[in-house]
């Protein structure tokens, strides 16, 4: 069965230093990988998605992530940290489930962002 | 916009009662996904439905309903069999050529 592992369950680090969020996967053939971003209250929304070809990812708000499949991890990461980027973030592979598409999510990291 | 909606986006029930949250898209999505969030625990699948008619249990569907008659409507019912039902709830559907999830802003539901 696949599974998402993020190890780091809070992160806080300081605005303007730069980002990098931890994720691992288990998965039996070429993942698609998935990085969601989400507010307090609210829905997820996309920041990346990796799917194949280049391993180096870019997406929204300034993110990116690399897909290293011999250590089977996905990070996130970002140069310079603005307080708007406080939130929750998930990382999800898939697809999964015969004749179907499931995404598998991992259990989020939280940032906080210090002024 | 096109997008996902979600109501309510705040229910209180009492212990014994039914309630259904609604989830609605004008998106054109085939496929559907009801998803449980609690703290620390991220998305758990509830019931993913891939086409009109059709729907299949996800990982911790004991003790909630769906049905899927419209294209454009998923609604969840969560029953009084469903022992810890306080949490939020995200309804989904998936990008017909982008393997995205799309999702709504979510139903939190408390029981008293």
Not at chain 1, 90 to 103: H, I, M, N, R, T
Not at chain 2, 47 to 66: C, L, P, R, T
């Amino acid at each position: 069965a696949q599974s998402v592992t993020q190890p780091d369950i809070h992160i806080t680090v300081s605005e303007g230093a730069s980002l990098e969020l931890r994720c691992n996967y288990s998965y039996g053939a070429t993942p698609y990988l998935f990085w969601y971003v989400q507010s307090p209250g609210q829905g997820l929304q996309l920041l990346l998605k990796y799917f194949s070809g280049d391993t180096l990812v870019q997406g929204i708000k300034g993110f990116e992530a690399e897909f290293k499949r011999s250590q089977s991890s996905f990070n996130l990461r970002k140069p310079s940290v603005h307080w708007s980027d406080a939130a929750e973030y998930f990382c999800a592979v898939g697809p999964s489930g015969a004749g179907s598409y499931q995404l598998t999510f991992g259990k989020g990291t939280k940032l906080s962002v210090i002024p | 916009d096109g997008g996902i909606t979600q109501s309510p986006k705040y229910l209180f029930r009492k212990e014994g009662q039914n309630v259904t949250l609604s989830c609605e898209q004008n998106l054109n999505h085939d496929a559907m996904y009801w998803y449980r969030q609690d703290p620390g625990q991220g998305l758990r699948l509830i019931y993913y439905s891939q086409i009109v008619n059709d729907f299949q249990k996800g990982d911790i569907a004991e003790g909630y309903s769906v049905s899927r008659e419209k294209k454009e409507s998923f609604p969840l019912t969560v029953t009084s069999a469903q022992k810890n039902p306080t949490a939020f709830y995200l309804c989904a559907s998936l990008g017909q050529n982008t393997g995205e999830l799309f999702f709504g802003e979510g139903s939190r539901l408390t029981v008293l």
